[in-house]
Structures are given as structure tokens and as C-alpha cells.
């Protein structure tokens, strides 16, 4: 089949990007997304232009590297899944698709299709883990975890950090991406005496870094590869708000920012 | 935000059952009017705390939207909505568009300044709304500013819930359905007074 | 060289302990003053960082990816481990530890796998403490199943998703210590070189991705844990990224390379659908319990499978193995379907495929019950293939999945450089020349959090690394080599993508050096490789330039160790003569075509050492001795 596929090219942070347009005319409807990339990049390798620039590593769904909007929707038309795994028969022939990086001023652009996510790194370290040193744990079944509170803080967890609704938040906000760990956490007995610290951390990190507020409008849980709950939301602001109000210092102090690649920035 | 905006909305529940009084007669509506400023200092309580919360809402939502604003400084060349409602993605518009028919609204109802079609009699609130709609734009305002009222309340009610930590896979469903008929009710019962003004049932 | 192994005296079940009474420790105040840099951020580089950091080391961690969290131990799937015996089905440590020594064809070293069935039982409680969402009995107590053909349940798991929620707990971990300032984080940054002063390994050399900037990393002490090398083979189930840079550098810098031709092949992938096919997509083998392989009787019948009647279809594994059919191991049951589909008798476009056919299962259970067995895998199935599996056989085929071997290291998991640590896939040292499912994960976590933490102390208490910096002349050496390697493959300009030189390399070593071997094909690939590699350094195209983001400069830099390394892959598969675990040797079988071992002539591990660009490589022998679990025959019929 024949597609154009107009991809965001952008050399770097500081360089001016725009779009620009190619044409492919043999594409395997087999291939997946990113296949029909490569195949693109080794087309202009050979004619000694730069390939497109774009995130990936597993190729099977579950890293989190890769995605980009494609024609508007992040990581594309078919619901829970990672461009990855998208294959190309999910498209007409003839299709023009737009492929845009992921647009978040907390995800500054790398190069073409890459965004730096290291904010969603931050937000994590702003408390998303069970503060347990090696060692120091009793038998792994001497807390009873029901199934059901096991398989919902399962469904939280199974996030992959791909940023995929921050892109498509019309916020841009990481309240899902957030929520997720805080739920996963908070749902747990291991999680609970972390928990008003930690989403009161966490939110106060996804604020510094800069990320919209979540309003409620559930495009985040529909481009979501994992779908997951927006349950999850609800939970954030409940631990934000008992946290906050139990907080018994005046001010949080947030991880500042970084978005260099300096040898000190890194 | 969503605490101002139950209080809000509690209001827009009161004012509603107030104004459907006027399908008794003039006599019902004027009197309710009459008690209303009988109430004296609690009256200005009320309206206070209305003040505040409209102010606050306002305020918390201006800060939200400049914070989302500067979330996406490069905006995208393309951009698809797939799950969401236009409820909920206008919230921005339909805030300040009901903000300013309420000023309207209060000019022409409250304090008079605006009357347009005939003279505004203190007092006589079954007057003043009856000649008031049987201006026809004022109507058409009206019937458009409550329907975004509807469209805001709609998202606003359920979203109240999430916001304040409550969500449940078997309950959320429900209200969000409620939500919509609630939006929906309030909707039919506020443009029915216009409409029958204007078709003459009420005159 | 003598590889000294260090192994404790005495009972095996007590050379751990052994061995941690006699090792120094570091005093609590002295540990700041060190710094540690671990390479790789997987379950291994991650859990060990994050220990480290806990212990108070100054720890810098590198990774390619853009977050720690992408490491390619995300997409385990199966589950890990533990000698927990938690069903009371018969299971302890010492079984464990029998029968990973036994999966291993009797390859693996004998106390190193005793620790880690000893580990594996503390594993199961850290990773619960951090708050991995394990799968649960209805009473709340951990869920257990049997996997790879293991006759206990012993394996943990949180749904089929195991390796990323493991992973998540030890970035988790390592995130708590980059907050607290004990772990620096340098993600996007790519290992090019160690540094090794004075015979020790001492530092190393990194290239910023996003920059392109080169820098030198001093530390006391480097641990490697930057996982395996299965993507010299191009196809494979690893991720695009992974690569062998980091310990192939190591190895040109001292560090043995031991049992390189120990390779896995997973026999339940989806098949290949075409020459832009970028990886491979596991299917877990638990496919195998419910479904029934088979194969055309004819050559080339090109029906549809739903118009071959069943007189006319080869079930192989249950017509050769009676006893364990469709639950052969992973090595029997790849060479197997290598072998009927070299007959002509492989289905699908391309050839190269078998069915793996879940009608008699659905008719037997019932749609519901296969759903719910296997629903997940079977929607991916389907988004990949575009075939319904409830209704068409699922066609599979074997793929590269895991390599067993690695950089040589002794009992304290450190290389022939002193202060060069490996962990996890990386090194070589408790799977033998097989792995056992659900056995990584539990490796690379029993390095990371367990051990690594005992034995990099005493070698910091006993070998006491002087201070030095930056501009000592051999990291400044360091430097200015990977530098000029830069240039060198930018300036060549030639003709040929990168990738399609890693394709090349791909098919010689599949064809060659994958499931089957034999004397000739290793010569042959070994020649073809060699020309390959000339090739590459006078003929590749490297668009772009050295001081950005280069995707395609990063690649080239990695695909040209693997021409090197693929060679020593199969240098050490002819060297070799015998068949064991996944090396299998065509000369080298039993009359009805299993693989023979040759105890008395190959119970060694091949430890080879690097002896420059043009020369041969030379071989070093570990002997292997086999005191608690004794070799016999595998035999599956």
C-alpha cells in the first residue's frame, strides 16, 4: 500500500522545526509502525539524508519508548496499544498520517520524534516507592494482600510511563501517569505509611515540573496502551487532600527541573 | 473548585424552585420576592458567600487554565478527540459565557439597570420577568446561556466527585448519568419560563 | 590463565556464608568516600545501584535509555523463582539449585547456583516489601505456578507482566536513592570504553547521547550489568537497544568472555513475516500446555490448515517424545521445528513456521477456559498477525531469546580485571549452557540486591583503590580512542546502512550458529563474517554527524562489536565438540538425534581472552566439577 507520512522534523531543542512530507510505496500492511519507519530511515540513509529520529526499544509494548501522535491521536487509531505494536493494515492505502511528537513543555523535544521525559523520572522520586531498604523485610507472605486489592494495585501498576497521556490531555496534564503510582501504592498495606507523604510529594513534583491540572476530561484514559482506571485520579485527589490537610509542615519543596544535558545537569 | 462549585450549584438548584413559581401566579412569585428581601441581613449573608464562591471559582479556574495554557506551548498541528465530552472540554468557554449572562442577568432582574422592552418595577418581579422575555433576543440569551449552564453542570457535577477522591467503577457510571439528567432538568425548567412568556402561556 | 574461581571450602550450603564471614567489610563512615559506577539499569544494574546507594557508596548509574526504567528486563513475562516451597508440593533450595544445574546440562558452576537458589527465597520478600503486586490466593497469600515443565510451583508472578513489575520495584528503589542523592542518574548516556589503571579497572568512558559529548567517569570500582547479547543474531526477542558495547570494550580490556556460544532459543515466537521485520515477539511458552504442535505430512502442501485432514498432519513432538510431547524443552522443541521445516514441511508464506493449534484444547475446555488461560497473549497474537487464534492454528517459530554466556567472573561475581563486576545476563556464571524459565529474573535480582553489595566491599577493604582523576594518561587514552573510533566510522561514508550489515551478520549466525551447528557452517560463518566486518569499515553509511543525537551513529558503534564478537560466538561453537544445552552440534548427537554430551573432554567453561584485531583469541579452561549434582542424560522420549 502507498501512505505519506508527514513527520515532524526538529534538529534539536533550539532549532526551528517544521513538517515535512514523504511518500512510501510499498508498505506491508504486516509491518508495524515503526517498521514502516525503519524501512523510511533506511531509504533516506541511503540517499545520505539523516533518518527520522524516533524513541523505541522492546518493540513488544511494555517499555514505555516509544510514541508519537499519530494523525492527532497518541500512539494511534487502535485503542491499548503502543505504536509498536500498530501495524500498518490499520490504515487505508492512500492514507496521509501526521506524526507529531509528544507537545508538553515538560517533555522538551529532543530531536524529529524524541521528547525528554525525565519529569515523569522526577515524579517518582518525589516519593513513588516504598521507602525499604534491602534486606530489612519480613516473609513475603506475612501480609495477607487480598486478591482483589492485589489485582487492582496490579492494574494501576501496569502503567509504562510512556507519556502518551500527557499528550493527549488537552491540559497536559500527568495526573494519570501520577495517579497510577499512587494508587498502585496507596492501594497496598506495604504502601501505607508512605501515603498522605507521598501524593502530597508527587503532586506537588508534577506541579513544579510544570504539567497542567486535571480538569476531568478522560482523553488520557483513552489513548492510555494500558488502559488504565480513572479511578486512579480519584484516588490522587482524595491521598493529596487528606495529605495535605494532615501535612503538618507549612511548604513541600519540589525536585527542580532539569532540562539540560550538561555534564552537571545529567 | 469543586466545592465552590456544589455551592454554585445548590443556588442554581434554589433559585430554579424560586423562579417556577411564577407558573402560580403573580401574586406566588411576588410574594417569594417579597420574602427574599424580608430575610434583611441573611439575604446579604447569602449573597456573600455566593460572591465569594463565584469569585473563588473564577479564581481557581483563571489559575488552572493559565497553568494548562503554558503546560502545551507548542500546540499540535493536529489533535483528535476520542473519549471526552464537549461538556468537558469547554469548560473554558461555557464558564465565562454563563459568567456574563449572570451579570446580564442581575443588571436586568436584580438591580434594574437594563430593562429592556418596558420599565422595571421594583417589586414586581412577575412584571419584570414577563415583559423582560417578551423581548425576544433577551430570551434567545437566555435560552443559550442556560444551555451552556447545562453543558457546564453536566461535566461539573460528576467531575465534583472525582475531583474531591470519589470514584467507584459500579457508582460512577451512575452519576455520571445523573449528572446529565440533573444538567437536563435544570435546563427544561429554567427556559420554560421564556418560552411560555413568549408563547404567551404566561403573560 | 588460571581462573581462579574462589570458591569457599566446605558444604556447599554453607560456602556462602562462608564466604561473607570472611569477606571485610567497609567501615560505615569510609563508604561515602567511594564511588561506585554501575553500567545498565535492569533488574541487576538497578537492584544493585539502589542497594549500593542504601549502604551509603556514591553510585553513578549509566543507561541508554531515556529512563532506567526502560531496561529490556521490563518485558519478562513468565514470572521468577523462589525455593519458597509455599504449595508444600516437595520444593526446597536444594531442589532448586538440582534441578538448575540439571537444566543447565551440567555447564554451570555448582556453589554459584547453590547461592542463588539460596537468594531466591529472600528475593520473593524484598520485592513484596517494595510493593511488587505478585498474584494472589483469595485468602491474600502469594499465588504460585508450575512453568517450564518444573514439576513444583515455585514460580511467582504478577500476571504476564512479571519482569516489569520486578523492575519497577528496583527502579523504585533506585529512584528513593537518586532523591536522597545517593545514586547520580545518567540516562541517554552510553558506556564506550573502561578504564583500567594499574591492571585495575578503574573508570569509564561515556558518550552523552543527546550531545554527543565524551566524558570520563572515575570510580573505585565498576560493575557491569548491561545484559546479554542476543541481538548479534539481528532477530531476536531482545530489544533494539540492547547490546554487548559495554562488555565487549571490557573484554578487549582483559575481561574473559566465557561460553559465548551458549545461546537460548525460545521455540514459541511468532514467526518472521517479512525482510523489514525489526524483532521478535515472544509468545509464552505456557501455550505449550494446551496446544498441539504439527506440521503438513507433505512437502510444500500449501492448503489451508482447516483443508489438511487430520490423517495428513505430523504432530512431531508427540510422534518422537511419547512421554513428554508438546512439553519438550525449549531447546528440543526449537531444533525440532527447525528440522521439519528444513524438510520443506514449514507453513506460512515464508516457510519457517509451525502450528501450534489450540482446537483440540477449545473443544476439550471450551472457548471460556482458553480465554481465560491465555487471553492476553492471544489478543496480541491476533493485533500482530491479523489471525484469529480461537479459530486458525497460531503459527510459531523459534527465536533467539537469551544468552547464557558472558563475561567470565569468579565467586564474587568480579571479571579477570580486578574491580570489574558483572551482574545479571551479562556475566556467565549460573545457567549453564540452558536457562530455565523464570530463572533470570531471579539472577539478575540475587546479583543486584544480595551479593554484589558483600563482595564489592571487600574488594574495596582489600585492595584499597588509590585516588586518582581524570587526567590520569590512560583515561585521557581511553577518551581519545573512543573519540577517534567516532570519527572513523563517521569519515567512511560509504554505501551500505548499518542495519543492513546487522541483517547480514544476523542470517550468517542464524543459519550457521543458531539452532544447529556443525564443523563446517561455523568455518563458513566465520570467514563470511570476517569479510563482513572489512566490509563494514570501508562501506557503511553514517548519515548525521557526532555531535547530536545520532540513531544511526549509536548502531553502528554496536553492530561493529557485534562483528567481532559474532566471530568469537562461533570460534568457541567449533572449539566445542559436543552438544549440551542450546550449543547443539550436528556431529555430535545420539543415534536417534538428541543432543550428546562429552563429560569427560567438555566439562569446562571456555573462558577466551582477547589477543588483538587480527589474532586468534585464546582459549583458558574453568574445570567444572560436579560433587551434589551428578551428570546423567537428559531423556525426554
Known amino acids: ?266 | 473548585m469543586a466545592v465552590t462549585g456544589a455551592i454554585l450549584f445548590l443556588f442554581v438548584v434554589g433559585h430554579l424552585l424560586g423562579n417556577l413559581q411564577i407558573f402560580d401566579g403573580a401574586s406566588r412569585l411576588n410574594a417569594y420576592g417579597r420574602l427574599l428581601h424580608n430575610l434583611g441581613e441573611l439575604l446579604w449573608i447569602v449573597r456573600a458567600v455566593l460572591v465569594v464562591c463565584v469569585l473563588l471559582h473564577i479564581a481557581t479556574a483563571a489559575q488552572l487554565a493559565v497553568r494548562n495554557w503554558q503546560a502545551r506551548s507548542v500546540g499540535y498541528r493536529r489533535k483528535r478527540s476520542i473519549n471526552s465530552t464537549y461538556a468537558a472540554r469547554t469548560m473554558y468557554w461555557s464558564g465565562p459565557i454563563v459568567m456574563a449572562f449572570v451579570i446580564f442577568h442581575l443588571l436586568e432582574f436584580t438591580a434594574g439597570y437594563i430593562h429592556p422592552g418596558s420599565r422595571f418595577t421594583e417589586g414586581d418581579v412577575y412584571h419584570n420577568v414577563v415583559a423582560g422575555f417578551r423581548v425576544w433576543w433577551v430570551s434567545a440569551w437566555y435560552i443559550v446561556s442556560i444551555t451552556l449552564l447545562g453543558f457546564h453542570l453536566r461535566h461539573g457535577i460528576w467531575s465534583a466527585f472525582q475531583s474531591l477522591g470519589i470514584n467507584h467503577p459500579r457508582h460512577t457510571p451512575v452519576l455520571k448519568l445523573g449528572a446529565l439528567w440533573i444538567a437536563g432538568l435544570i435546563v427544561v425548567g429554567y427556559i420554560s419560563i421564556p418560552i411560555s412568556v413568549l408563547l404567551g402561556w404566561v403573560r | 590463565m588460571r581462573l581462579d574461581a574462589k570458591i569457599p571450602a566446605g558444604p556447599i550450603d554453607q560456602a556462602w556464608d562462608t564466604a561473607r564471614f570472611e569477606m571485610k567489610l567497609v567501615n560505615p563512615a569510609n563508604k561515602r568516600r567511594h564511588t561506585l559506577i554501575v553500567v545498565g539499569s535492569g533488574l541487576a544494574g538497578a537492584s544493585a545501584a539502589a542497594t549500593l546507594g542504601e549502604l551509603g557508596y556514591n553510585v553513578f548509574c549509566f543507561c541508554f535509555q531515556d529512563s532506567p526504567r526502560r531496561a529490556h528486563s521490563i518485558a519478562a513475562q513468565g514470572g521468577i523463582n523462589a525455593a519458597k516451597n509455599y504449595q508444600n508440593d516437595g520444593d526446597s533450595i536444594y531442589r532448586l539449585f538440582y534441578d538448575t544445574v540439571k537444566g543447565g546440562d551440567f555447564r554451570s558452576r555448582e556453589a554459584n547456583v547453590y547461592r542463588l537458589a539460596q537468594n531466591s527465597v529472600r528475593i520473593i520478600d524484598q520485592c513484596v516489601a517494595q510493593g511488587v503486586p505478585f498474584a494472589r490466593e483469595y485468602g491474600g497469600s502469594l499465588e504460585n505456578r508450575s512453568f517450564g515443565g518444573a514439576q513444583v510451583s515455585r514460580t511467582f508472578y504478577a500476571r504476564g507482566q512479571t519482569g516489569q513489575q520486578l523492575l519497577l520495584g528496583a527502579y523504585q528503589a533506585l529512584e528513593r536513592q537518586v532523591d536522597a542523592g545517593q545514586v547520580k542518574m545518567f540516562p541517554r548516556t552510553e558506556m564506550l570504553d573502561l578504564i583500567v589503571i594499574d591492571g585495575r579497572a578503574r573508570g569509564i568512558v561515556a558518550r552523552n547521547l543527546v550531545t554527543g559529548r565524551l566524558t570520563i567517569h572515575i570510580a573505585d570500582a565498576v560493575i557491569l550489568a548491561s545484559g546479554g547479547y542476543g541481538n548479534v543474531y539481528y532477530l531476536s526477542t531482545n530489544a533494539k537497544g540492547s547490546n554487548a558495547t559495554a562488555i565487549w570494550r571490557a573484554h578487549k580490556r582483559g575481561a574473559l568472555f566465557a561460553n559465548p556460544c551458549f545461546t537460548q532459543i525460545h521455540p514459541t515466537c511468532i514467526p518472521v513475516s517479512g525482510d523489514y521485520q525489526s524483532k521478535l515477539t515472544l509468545m509464552s511458552e505456557s501455550l505449550r500446555n494446551d496446544g498441539r504442535i504439527w506440521v503438513p505430512k507433505r512437502k510444500g502442501d500449501g492448503r489451508s490448515p482447516d483443508q489438511i485432514p487430520e490423517e495428513e498432519r505430523d504432530y512431531y513432538l508427540e510422534r518422537r517424545y511419547p512421554s513428554f510431547g508438546n512439553l519438550v524443552p525449549r531447546d528440543v522443541a526449537s531444533r525440532n521445528a527447525k528440522a521439519v521445516c528444513d524438510e520443506g514441511r514449514g507453513v506460512g508464506t515464508t516457510g519457517l513456521g509451525v502450528y501450534l493449534d489450540l482446537a483440540e484444547a477449545i473443544t476439550r475446555l471450551g472457548v471460556g477456559t482458553i480465554r481465560e488461560r491465555y487471553g492476553n497473549l492471544l489478543d496480541m497474537y491476533q493485533r500482530i498477525t491479523d489471525e484469529d487464534p480461537y479459530k486458525v492454528p497460531m503459527r510459531i517459530y523459534p527465536a533467539i531469546h537469551y544468552t547464557m554466556g558472558g563475561l567470565w567472573v569468579d565467586y564474587h561475581l568480579q571479571s579477570t580485571i580486578p574491580g570489574l563486576f558483572v551482574l545479571g545476563e551479562a556475566n556467565f556464571s549460573d545457567h549453564g549452557a540452558n536457562r530455565l524459565g523464570a530463572s533470570a529474573l531471579m539472577q539478575g535480582l540475587s546479583d543486584g540486591y544480595f551479593i554484589i553489595p558483600y563482595t564489592v566491599g571487600n574488594y574495596l577493604t582489600t585492595e584499597k583503590p588509590m585516588k586518582l582523576d581524570e587526567s590520569h594518561p590512560e583515561a585521557q587514552a581511553a577518551l581519545k580512542g573512543a573519540g577517534q573510533r567516532l570519527k572513523r566510522l563517521l569519515e567512511i561514508k560509504g554505501k551500505r546502512t548499518v542495519d543492513s550489515f546487522h541483517r547480514e551478520l544476523g542470517k550468517i549466525m542464524w543459519n550457521d550458529c543458531g539452532m544447529s551447528r556443525n564443523a563446517t557452517g561455523l568455518n563458513n560463518a566465520i570467514g563470511q563474517i570476517c569479510a563482513l566486518r572489512e566490509e563494514f569499515w570501508q562501506n557503511v553509511t553514517i548519515p548525521g554527524s557526532g555531535d547530536d543525537l545520532n540513531q544511526s551513529l549509536e548502531r553502528a558503534g554496536r553492530v561493529a562489536d557485534f562483528l567481532e564478537l559474532g566471530e568469537l560466538i562461533c570460534i568457541d561453537a567449533l572449539e566445542r565438540n559436543e552438544s549440551c544445552g542450546g550449543h547443539f552440534r550436528e556431529e555430535y548427537q545420539t543415534t536417534d538425534g538428541e543432543a550428546q554430551r562429552n563429560d569427560e573432554n567438555y566439562s569446562y567453561v571456555a573462558a577466551w581472552s582477547y589477543t588483538g584485531a587480527d589474532s586468534r583469541p585464546e582459549l583458558n579452561r574453568e574445570p567444572l566439577a560436579f560433587a551434589y549434582a551428578h551428570p546423567s542424560q537428559r531423556s525426554y522420549k
Open chain 1, 1 to 266: 500500500m502507498k501512505l505519506t507520512l508527514t513527520i515532524w522534523r526538529q534538529r534539536d531543542r533550539a532549532a526551528k522545526g517544521r513538517f515535512v512530507s514523504y511518500r512510501l510505496d510499498d508498505v506491508n500492511p504486516e509491518m508495524s509502525m515503526l517498521e514502516c519507519l525503519d524501512v523510511l530511515n533506511e531509504n533516506l540513509s541511503e540517499r545520505g539524508e539523516e533518518p527520522v529520529a524516533f524513541e523505541h526499544d522492546c518493540r513488544e509494548g511494555i517499555c514505555g519508548s516509544c510514541g508519537f501522535m499519530i494523525s492527532g491521536i497518541a500512539h494511534g487509531p487502535l485503542p491499548a496499544t503502543t505504536v509498536c505494536q500498530l501495524t500498518m493494515r490499520h490504515f487505508k492505502d492512500g492514507d496521509e498520517l501526521v506524526l507529531e511528537p509528544w507537545r508538553s513543555k515538560s517533555f522538551p523535544l529532543v530531536k524529529d520524534l524524541i521528547v525528554d521525559r525525565r519529569s515523569l523520572d522526577r515524579i517518582v522520586q518525589a516519593g513513588g516507592y516504598v521507602s525499604v531498604s534491602t534486606g530489612n523485610t519480613p516473609d513475603g507472605n506475612a501480609l495477607p494482600i487480598g486478591k482483589d486489592i492485589a489485582d487492582r494495585a496490579m492494574d494501576a501498576a501496569a502503567c509504562i510511563g510512556c507519556g502518551a497521556c500527557v499528550a493527549a490531555c488537552p491540559n497536559g496534564s500527568a495526573a494519570l501517569f501520577t495517579g497510577a503510582k499512587i494508587a498502585h501504592l496507596g492501594l497496598l498495606p506495604q504502601g501505607q505509611p508512605e501515603r498522605d507523604e507521598r501524593a502530597v510529594r508527587m503532586v506537588a513534583q508534577m506541579n513544579a515540573e510544570g504539567f497542567g491540572g486535571c480538569t476531568n476530561i478522560g482523553e488520557c484514559v483513552a489513548v492510555c496502551p494500558k488502559q488504565i482506571s480513572p479511578e486512579v485520579l480519584a484516588r490522587m485527589n482524595l491521598d493529596y487532600l487528606v495529605g495535605s490537610w494532615k501535612h503538618r509542615h507549612g511548604t513541600v519543596t519540589a525536585i527542580s527541573p532539569i532540562i539540560g544535558w550538561g555534564p552537571d545537569e545529567t
